[in-house]
């Protein structure tokens, strides 16, 4: 795709936010 390490950095997010998805509404913890 566009860079290995964004496609990297992507995966990340999305497993992130799996995990928050399963949690309780939960404020992002940092900034956006």
Known sequence: L???NVEFNLEG??????V???RIA???EGGN
């Open 2 to 4: 566009l860079n290995p």
């Open 13 to 18: 997010l999305d497993e992130e936010k799996e």
């Open 20 to 22: 928050r998805d399963g």
């Open 26 to 28: 939960t404020p992002p």
